[in-house]
């Protein structure tokens, strides 16, 4: 019978320095699927890839690819591709040497592997500068040759660290949705190194948020939006008002731990689109501080009476809120979570 799962992480465990960088992390990813590593730098995501990569060795616990146990299997010997942030492409060989590299280095004739580099070449749509040096490429490009090269032995499993984080957003943003509809179009296991929110929600059909070596929740981006597990999940994807439970008002006091509210579940009182039922919801009064125009949205501080700040995200078309004006906010009771200390 064919193993469900393309990776299964048991109880891993590494100590540099002293110090332990990965502390009993269990992850699993199914064929096909994408899941992302998301944290601050320091949190171990980067080590835990090159443990699965096999640059690095595990102290305890096990790693299983396409379910075989590659525990103590060298790199060469796990079948993984693997992306880096600076690509790591040859200078002094052609895009298409590059990406004949590792197939030639497996014993693959000439032939076969140029044949296997131009249809990657076509893939990623650089047919037409298979004959250039990685220097005459944009970053962009080369990252695509790098993706190209990682896929030319056609790995069961892909890795990236930190794949676009180099690159511009006006060319970050559009590369990693070419690469999405390609994972799909390929149906291309992968784990995705990121420290960005956006990018990890917008690659990933699963995210897995690590601090201090530890997986603190690996869910659906839409889990992760409605549903934080912890206080600290909550603020580190900055998507939520976090309201002490000690002295709210009405149902919303607790003996200890927080409310979670999604940024964009707090409305502005008279708004048409406050739908709001208040039978367990939030009724408050705020003064605006400052505004911040985004890409997608305004971003609004407030200073809600009792001294508590909370930020309000308002659409760009909506009337402007000036500094110092008193506001009446409301949200629905079941956009809060509570979260225990």
């Known amino acids: 019978m064919e193993h469900p799962q393309e990776l299964v992480v048991r109880r891993a465990e590494l100590t540099l320095g002293g110090r332990a960088v990965l502390r009993a992390i269990d992850l699993e990813l199914a064929r096909g699927e994408v899941v992302a590593l998301l944290g601050a730098s320091g949190c171990g995501k980067t080590t835990l890839l090159r443990a699965i990569a096999g640059l690095a060795a595990l102290d305890g616990g096990s790693i299983a690819i396409g379910g075989r146990d590659v525990t103590g299997h060298s790199a060469q010997q796990r079948g993984v591709g693997v992306v880096f942030q600076h690509y790591a492409l040859f200078p002094n060989l052609s895009v298409r040497e590059n990406i004949e590299f590792g197939l030639r280095a497996a014993g693959v004739d000439r032939a076969a ?35 190209a090269r990682a896929l030319a032995r056609k790995p069961s499993l892909l890795l990236m660290d930190e794949p676009f984080s180099a690159l511009d957003e006006s060319f970050r943003v559009p590369l990693r949705r070419s690469f999405r509809r390609l994972q799909r179009q390929l149906a291309q296991t992968c784990l995705v190194v990121t420290h960005d929110r956006e990018e990890a929600f917008e690659l990933a059909d699963r995210v897995a948020v690590m601090f201090d070596g530890r997986i603190a929740q690996c869910d659906s981006p839409a ?84 001294g508590a700040a909370m930020t309000l995200w308002r659409e760009h078309a909506d009337a402007p809120l000036e500094p110092g004006r008193w506001v009446d906010l409301v949200a629905d009771g079941a956009a809060l979570q509570y979260l225990a200390d």
Do not use: M
Not at 117 to 131: F, I, K, M, P, W
Not at 277 to 294: E, K, N, Q, T
């Open 223 to 306: 889990t992760l939006w409605r549903k934080p597990a912890t206080r600290q999940v909550a603020s580190f994807l900055g998507a939520f008002n976090l309201i002490e439970a000690r002295g709210a008002p009405g149902t919303l006091a607790r003996a200890s731990g927080c409310w979670a509210l999604p940024l964009d579940a707090l409305r502005l009182r008279g708004d048409e689109r406050a739908r709001v039922d208040l039978d367990g919801g939030l009724a408050l009064r705020a003064r605006v501080g400052a505004s911040y125009f985004g890409q997608q949205r305004v971003s609004v501080d407030l200073e809600v009476e009792g």
């Open 113 to 147: 592997a140029t044949e296997r580099a131009q249809s990657l070449l076509r893939l990623v749509e650089l047919e037409s500068h298979g004959d250039s040096r990685p220097a005459r490429l944009s970053g962009g490009q080369r990252q695509r040759v790098a993706l």
